[in-house]
Nanobody, 126 residues
Framework: QLKLVESGGGLVQPGGSLRLSCAGS????????IGWFRQAPGKEHERVSC????????FYSDSMKDRFTISRERGANTMLLQMNDLRPEDTAVYYC???????????????????WGQGTQVTVSS
């Protein structure tokens, strides 16, 4: 059974960068599409990005596609999310999750993801 653990969150000033990691254990991430979601206080889960490393399929939400990059760490069972030019509205708990579905606009919904990490807090503030 796949288990996911996020790390890399923290406090950063506007315009700064963070790199989040999603470490998988129990089985290879190759068998899954990995998605990043975020949830701000009082709001629903918002999709950020997904990636299937076997097919190469990627998706980014419009507000993040020019600032965030999802990738698979070489030689590791880890998915990364590089976040640049962070803004206060990016403040949220960031979760990685796994699904057997493809990474596509239609499939990239929280309800399609079966396995979730515990989340990591990202706070963007001066």
């Amino acid at each position: 059974q796949l288990k996911l653990v996020e790390s890399g969150g923290g406090l950063v000033q506007p315009g700064g960068s963070l790199r989040l990691s999603c470490a998988g254990s129990g089985t290879s991430l190759d068998y899954y599409t990995i998605g990043w979601f975020r949830q701000a206080p009082g709001k629903e889960h918002e999709r950020v990005s997904c990636f299937n490393s076997r097919s190469g399929g990627k998706f980014y939400s419009d507000s993040m596609k020019d600032r965030f990059t999802i990738s698979r760490e070489r030689g590791a069972n880890t998915m990364l999310l590089q976040m640049n030019d962070l803004r206060p509205e990016d403040t949220a708990v960031y979760y990685c999750a796994a699904t057997k579905s493809i990474c596509s606009t239609a499939q990239f919904l929280p309800r399609n993801y079966d396995i979730w990490g515990q989340g990591t807090q990202v706070t963007v503030s001066s």
